[in-house]
């Protein structure tokens, strides 16, 4: 069966329409895929960014807003611009990150939904815990589970890891034959490359 990484940052606006519909996506295809929370911080730091390039360079800025506009009334999903933008997404990636891998994408949707969806912050332990409980999760041992040391070095080697790669930025998919496909705009592509050259993969592993 084919494989690929989804790689998805909280603050990032176009990983929010990306999220909401590439699970389907992969599942129309048969591809198997991992859900790879990560930050860009570090990403945009190494280019010396301190900011959001959206916020650094107001046109680029406009155009975005604008074009996920018209992206999540195609796709029929609600959007509200939050504030600030970014979001501070520290804690909702680690708490992403803490969970069973069957459960991260399920919440990792109801993070965009209230984000981009209700425009509210996501940065508060009580609004994350109240997304755990929607997901049947208790909150209080994940929400401990989440800030543990060996949590917060599991996310600082995911986004070293993403780095590594070569991710331009989220939402990004990874094939296994190390194929980066950058952007929502890129879902399917990236899916049909991994169904594509599934079987050569295979063959190069044994």
């Not at 604008?66 to 939050?82: Q, W």
């Not at 970014?86 to 919440?107: E, G, K, M, T, Y």
Request: charged fraction near 25%; hydrophobic fraction near 45%; charge should be negative.
């Amino acid at each position: 069966m084919a494989e690929a990484e989804f790689w998805y940052e909280f603050a990032s606006s176009y990983s929010y329409p990306a999220a909401m519909r590439v699970e389907a996506l992969a599942a129309d295809r048969c591809v198997t895929l991992a859900w790879r929370p990560f930050l860009l911080g570090p990403l945009f730091a190494g280019q010396g960014w301190r900011d959001s390039p959206f916020n650094l360079f107001p046109a680029k800025g406009r155009y975005m807003w604008r074009d996920i506009e018209r992206i999540c009334s195609a796709l029929g999903l609600p959007l509200k611009r939050p504030e600030p933008f970014p979001q501070n997404s520290l804690l909702a990636a680690r708490v992403a990150l803490a969970l069973d891998d069957a459960l991260r994408p399920a919440f990792s949707r109801a993070v965009y939904r209230v984000e981009f969806g209700e425009g509210r912050p996501i940065d508060a332990p009580a609004t994350l815990g109240a997304l755990l409980t929607e997901i049947a999760v208790p909150p209080e041992p994940l929400l401990a589970r989440a800030v543990e040391d060996s949590n917060k070095a599991a996310l600082k080697a995911q986004t070293a890891r993403a780095i590594a790669l070569g991710l331009p930025g989220a939402p990004c998919l990874t094939t296994a034959d190390g194929e980066v496909f950058w952007g929502n705009d890129r879902l399917e592509q990236g899916l049909d490359w991994a169904c594509a050259h599934e079987s050569a993969v295979e063959r190069e592993r044994g």
